[in-house]
């Protein structure tokens, strides 16, 4: 169902404008070489898009480029539409307000404004896939609570989420500068809220030594999320699977990592303390649902709690229902790594996608992530550092 609607949304980007500009623009000229040189570019995508949606394990290597140029195609070709469309309603305006509006002379500015626009976004996309994806953005948030323990006003929580280490390779130096990032926000709490991997657990050797650095007074505390299983790579057996995530969860212990699998942690200042709750991945189909919270919330009974849950959707589908938990945490949708003007398809999939959400006094925050996956490039989607500030509500 997910891969259908990005294939719909991808549809809609790539076909919708180009009938517009073809309908208001190359419908009445003569010329059929033109029309002919105007499609080929989007049929000759849509028919690579469709081989490489069929034969996507033996084209893997090539996906990520492949999506970036149909960008670099398709969001000019919205951003030409939009400005188009609103300079013609401009246009239709003044001519109903009787304003004086030459035609002509308006169709060239028109035309002249929304190539620049698009030029402008191509630009932009471009950034995105040469700078974007190490563009870290440090995001501020207080979340306010009347069940939060006095001593624990003004605490600092740090989430990073969705590393995935297998995208960074040979590039050490970009996750040196978002560690020390971190570190100098200079957290009570560190939290990551999964993804570690793409796949294989060996893509986070190069990345330990950096990874280690990360410290907060409290500690620093994980859970899996859905890629750390290795369900995306084949497997000699189940038990070679099962060793992967072994090995996953081993390492970040050995960087100094508290795995919270369905399990919880007391944390304590002076005579309060809250419970810092971790649940391994529960999501909706095709993805895995293994979180076990009546087990993770054994023994936290009165307490103000903050949950760790890789997958936002477990936030309607058990945490509200079921729960009395004031505050989840979670990262996984990536915002698609793609936001234009706070707009992103992710919204069409996922309820709560980025950002703070309430209901009532409890809250949930999407963390959209520190790296990314599929297609190597960030826009407008900024990899993300969280530092959300907890305070007791009313005062």
């Known amino acids: 169902m997910i891969l259908l609607r990005v294939i719909l949304a991808f549809l809609v980007m790539f076909l919708l404008p180009d009938w517009y500009i073809h309908r208001t623009y190359l419908r009445n000229t003569g010329r ?20 490489i949606a069929i034969f996507h394990n033996a084209y893997r290597n090539v996906t990520g480029i492949f999506l970036i140029v149909c960008l670099c195609v398709a969001i000019p070709k919205v ?17 109903k307000c009787y304003v004086p509006y030459n035609r002509m ?46 001593a624990f006003r003004g605490y600092r929580i740090l989430q990073i989420s969705d590393l995935h280490t297998g995208s960074w390779t040979g590039n050490g130096k970009a996750i040196q500068r978002a560690i020390g990032i971190c570190n100098s926000l200079k957290p009570d709490l560190a939290v990551f809220t999964g993804d570690l991997v793409n796949s294989n657990a060996d893509e986070m050797l190069e990345f330990m030594p950096e990874l ?3 410290t907060a007074k409290d500690g620093v505390y994980s859970v899996l999320g859905n890629h750390d299983y290795a369900m995306y790579s084949r497997w000699k057996s189940e038990a070679d699977r099962q060793n992967n995530i072994d090995s996953l969860i081993s390492r970040e212990r050995r960087m100094g990592w508290h795995m919270l699998n369905n399990a919880h942690a007391i944390l304590r200042r002076g005579n309060d303390s809250i419970a810092l709750i971790g649940v391994e991945n529960s999501g909706n189909p095709p993805f895995p649902d293994r979180g076990n919270l009546p087990e993770a919330l054994s023994g936290t009974d009165g307490m103000f709690k903050v949950l760790l849950s890789h997958d936002p959707t477990h936030w309607r589908r058990e945490v509200l229902p079921k729960s009395d938990i004031q505050l989840t945490l979670s990262g996984h949708t990536h915002d698609m790594q793609i936001s234009l003007f706070g707009f992103s398809v992710s919204r069409f999939i996922y309820p709560e996608h980025n950002g703070l959400y309430l209901e009532g006094k409890r809250g949930l925050y999407v963390n959209i992530g520190l ?16 530092v959300i500030t907890l305070e007791k509500d009313g005062n």
Do not use: H
């Open 32 to 51: 059929r070489w033109i029309k002919r040189l105007f499609w080929s570019p989007t049929i000759l995508l849509l028919l690579a898009f469709a081989v």
């Open 79 to 95: 951003a030409f539409t939009l400005s188009s469309l609103f300079i013609r309603f401009c246009g239709w305006t003044a001519r």
């Open 105 to 150: 002379y308006g169709k060239r500015v028109e035309v002249l404004l929304s190539t620049a626009i698009a030029l402008v976004s191509f630009v932009y996309v471009l950034f995105g896939a040469i700078k974007g994806k190490e563009n870290f953005q440090v995001r501020e948030v207080t979340f306010r609570s009347p069940d939060l323990p006095e």
């Open 212 to 214: 280690s650095q990360l």
């Open 371 to 386: 790296g990314y996956v599929l297609f190597p490039m960030r826009l407008g989607a900024w990899p993300e550092i969280t």
